[in-house]
């Protein structure tokens, strides 16, 4: 069983900059394709990024790309997401995830097994 445990989330103004991190355990980072997801209030949950297992390879949404990265350390089963130039619209829960069976799982939430308990990003205007 893998328990993903997110930190850093915050309010911060917006143009500002907030790092999440995803902390796994139960098993291997190396082994898991892994995922961020948000979900603002009254919305559903939506992609934001992905990373291939061995991090060479990612993926973003269009509303975050070239403000947003996602990296991961294997030697320290944890994932990050960089969060810059931050806007209202970036406030929402954050949740990390991840998939076992794949190298990449993909930009649907229901792909992957496991999730966090996620994290509040407030961006004030």
């Known amino acids: 069983q893998v328990q993903l445990v997110e930190s850093g989330g915050g309010l911060v103004q917006a143009g500002g900059s907030l790092r999440l991190s995803c902390a796994a355990s139960g098993r291997s980072l190396s082994s898991l394709a892994m995922g961020w997801f948000r979900q603002a209030p009254g919305k559903e949950r939506e992609f934001v990024a992905a990373i291939y297992r061995g991090g060479s390879i990612t993926d973003y949404a269009d509303p975050v790309k070239g403000r947003f990265t996602i990296s991961r350390d294997n030697a320290k089963n944890t994932l990050y997401l960089q969060m810059n130039s931050l806007k209202p619209e970036d406030t929402a829960v954050y949740y990390c995830?991840?998939?076992?069976?794949?190298?990449?799982?993909?930009?649907?939430?229901?792909?992957?097994?496991?999730w966090g308990q996620g994290t509040q990003v407030t961006v004030s205007s």
């Open positions: 995830a991840a998939r076992g069976d794949t190298y990449y799982g993909g930009k649907s939430y229901s792909a992957y097994d496991y």
